[in-house]
């Protein structure tokens, strides 16, 4: 019995039985008993569990509440502990602000407080809790660490009824829209399958009326007939049985339903692979198998063999498209190249002058790019970059071109456009779908361009001045905000050629040391002790006032001088550090900031170790400060130079902590000695409950860690005093000092 027999006759036993409906029925039963099951037996413990799970947790954390208040030097008063008592009682469920502590039972014993036997008892909250959780946990002294007494902690259970009536009442209507779905399935199948049988018909009668080979597919690509040309197809196949050959022959499932959506017949190449590894190449043409009555239940396909003509045609397409690519397209976003571009452009600016029509051109660069090439690597760089052009095409017409002409650049053409109005329209649907985020190598990232937008005859009527004018523009948009976009303005070209000033200027004053470094105290909250202090850099311009590195150290990086800046920062601190020595002071462990760039450079730790030798300091004086921008790639060899850095007994700190790619388990790898909270952290500190949870679970993960946790940007007192209630120990900002020179540091040292 050959294929098309047995689909038949699978056909007529499903249409004809009641096998198909017991199957669906069966397997809505199954679907309610397997719901059923779940509740009872896995989803209903398991929420019990956590419950009785976080009611102890919550008991254990209020009973720290309470030991607090029981732990200080002298007894507290009655009224103290009921304040504390009726703290934990006013702890409300987010979802239905209703108490989750209803009674709190404390028992002390008093010959811890009093030199007695006796037991005090106290209470507070509901005299009788009908529906809770009794937690009891003992409650310590933690100054000496003994227990002093026993708390009783009832608990609130109607947010676990609550809970468990509401998941149970999803289920159930899970369970009934699930059978739903099954009944209707297994009805729309069942018309399906008798209108295909009385189609078998129809479909007989098309056998050998064609010279061609002919094939009669249903939708799902299962074959009901074939001609005899078919059939001498198959056999005269080299090297294969029919069986083998018919799934060779099928056609693409794409090309079926194409042909059944637009209703029409469509012709394509079809490659049949032969035992001599050469494919035999047939002209596909399917057209659609209707019953009658405007529906389509499959397609007829038949084949011509072309496999000589196509030959000789790929031979003289793949040469021509190979030229054409070398010359014109980039070969890795396979985009117009420059030299493409260039004429493109040309020639859209000779039909807008022609025509009297508006042109753009906009100029994309892709920010902070060269952090992906560093952190990620040039393979990660380059895929980014195909997904960016990928998205640039679908963000544009289908007649605009799109270009990339170098490193991280494109360009894109926008002709005809009638106002500045529509190219910014485009800029702006560019930007957002760039930004989508696209995770490469396990990292998620969120492009972003700057864009210069140049506009003829507006702003020039050469294509050469409209691409200077737009990547004009586009400095000036990278400048400003980044992710956003400029049309350009004669007044830009000033402002590049300000730009190219100030990258002189920087280059000279790295030769000529124009650069000064202030130190800003870090102090002990308990004792007001001066234990620390950070260098910060300043540029000290001519005729201007000092200039933060915030202004200068962008532009810095770009142009290759971070580095060299850098080494002078260590240098110089190095050098103050002696100075202060010389002079019979004695002062604290020194801070300097280092940039990702700077301290993943080959020499870094070699220049390190000469520089402390050169000036005889020692590791010991010097702590190195990092940004959890390092994390974003490269952390194997991050914490290579960091460890090695250890070596030479330098301390290593994380700078402006929490902002950025915070990381436990990157803490865990490096050698980190201290944290510096950001001084975002701090705002409004009375008020946001966030900040203040950020503050002490910083803290907390700093002291299980072993890691010193210092406050940066402390301007009041309120600030310096709830850091100490959460134990901080360090602190730096303006309440203590703002960055002072190293003479004003001096007198702080005496």
């Known amino acids: 019995m050959n294929s098309s027999k047995r689909f038949r006759v699978s056909l007529d036993m499903l249409a004809h039985s009641h096998i198909l409906a017991f199957v669906f029925i069966t397997l809505a039963i199954l679907i309610i008993l397997l719901i059923t099951a779940y509740w009872q037996y896995s989803l209903e413990p398991r929420l019990t569990a956590h419950a009785n799970a976080h009611t102890n947790t919550l008991a254990q954390a209020q009973a720290g509440i309470l030991s607090k208040s029981l732990s200080g030097e002298s007894q507290p008063s009655l009224s103290e502990m009921e304040r504390a008592m009726d703290s934990i009682l006013m702890l409300r469920d987010p979802a239905t602000l209703t108490p989750l502590v209803q009674r709190v039972e404390i028992r002390l014993n008093e010959a811890i407080k009093r030199g007695t036997s006796k037991l005090f008892e106290h209470s507070r909250g509901q005299l009788k809790c009908v529906n809770c959780i009794v937690s009891e946990v003992t409650l310590v002294n933690e100054k000496t660490g003994l227990p002093i007494g026993t708390a009783r902690i009832h608990v609130n259970r109607a947010f676990l009824s609550d809970l468990k009536d509401d998941i149970q009442e999803k289920l159930w209507w899970a369970g009934a829209i699930a059978s739903l779905i099954v009944l209707f399935a297994w009805l729309s199948i069942e018309s399906f399958l008798r209108k295909l049988r009385n189609n078998q018909s129809n479909l007989q009668s098309i056998i050998d009326g064609v010279a061609d080979p002919l094939y009669a597919y249903t939708t799902d690509r299962v074959l009901v007939l074939q001609n005899q040309a078919a059939r001498k197809l198959a056999l005269s196949n080299h090297g294969m049985d029919e069986e083998e050959f018919q799934r060779h022959i099928l056609p693409p499932v794409s090309l079926i339903r194409e042909v059944i959506i637009n209703n029409r017949p469509l012709k394509t190449i079809h490659k049949i692979p032969q035992a001599g590894g050469k494919n035999l190449r047939m002209e596909l043409q399917a057209s659609p198998l209707s019953d009658g009555s405007d529906n389509n239940t499959g397609v007829i396909v038949t084949y011509r063999d072309i496999t000589e003509y196509l030959e000789l045609l790929d031979e003289l397409q793949s040469n021509k498209h190979q030229l054409q690519q070398l010359a014109e397209r980039d070969t890795l976003t396979h985009l117009p190249n420059r030299f493409m571009f260039n004429r493109l452009l040309d020639q859209a600016v000779s039909r807008a002058a022609r025509n009297h029509t508006m042109l753009a051109l906009l100029f994309l660069d892709l920010d902070r790019f060269k952090e992906v090439n560093d952190s990620l690597g040039h393979d990660a760089g380059d895929t980014l970059l195909e997904i960016v052009a990928k998205r640039l095409l679908k963000a544009v017409r289908r007649g605009d071109v799109v270009s990339r002409l170098s490193g991280d650049e494109f360009v894109i053409l926008l002709e005809d456009i009638r106002r500045p109005e529509d190219a910014t329209s485009v800029a702006d649907h560019i930007i957002d779908s760039v930004r989508q985020m696209v995770i490469i190598q396990g990292k998620r990232l969120h492009p972003s361009l700057s864009i210069g937008i140049s506009l003829f005859p507006n702003d020039g009527k050469r294509g050469k001045l409209l691409l200077q004018c737009a990547d004009t523009a586009m400095y000036r948009a990278k400048r400003d905000s980044q992710n956003s976009y400029q049309l350009y303005d004669p007044s830009m070209t000033v402002l590049v050629q300000e730009r190219l000033n100030t990258i002189t200027a920087l280059q000279t004053a790295v030769e000529e040391d124009d650069f000064i470094l202030l130190f800003q105290p870090q102090y002990e909250l308990h004792t007001k002790q001066l234990i620390g202090l950070e260098a910060l850099l300043r540029w000290n311009r001519e005729g201007q006032e000092l200039v933060s590195p915030i202004h200068f150290l962008d532009l810095a990086e770009d142009v290759g001088l971070v580095y060299p800046i850098g080494q002078w920062v260590l240098r110089s601190a190095c050098k103050q550090i002696q100075a202060w020595r010389g002079m019979g002071l004695n002062p604290p462990p020194l801070a300097v900031n280092v940039s990702a760039a700077e301290l993943l450079h080959k020499n870094f730790v070699e220049t390190t170790k000469a520089t402390l030798e050169s000036t005889e300091c020692s590791g010991e004086w010097l702590t190195i400060e990092i940004t959890e921008s390092l994390f974003s790639g490269q952390v194997e060899l991050a914490a290579n130079v960091l460890h090695r850095l250890k070596d030479l007994g330098v301390a290593i700190a994380i700078d402006d902590f929490g902002i950025e790619h915070s990381s436990l388990a990157r803490l865990k790898q490096l050698p980190i ?70 003479d004003e540091c001096a007198k702080r040292l005496h």
Not at 690 to 697: E, F, G, K, S
Not at 710 to 716: D, K, L, P, Y
């Open 673 to 742: 000695d201290r944290l510096k909270l950001d001084k975002i952290f701090l705002q409004n500190l009375p008020t946001d409950s966030a900040n203040q949870a950020i503050i002490q679970t910083v803290q907390d993960l700093g002291h299980r860690l072993d890691i010193e946790v210092v406050a940066e940007g402390v301007e009041t007192a309120e600030q310096e005093t709830y850091l100490i209630l959460s134990d901080y120990r360090m602190a730096q900002g303006y309440r203590y000092g703002r960055p002072m020179t190293a």
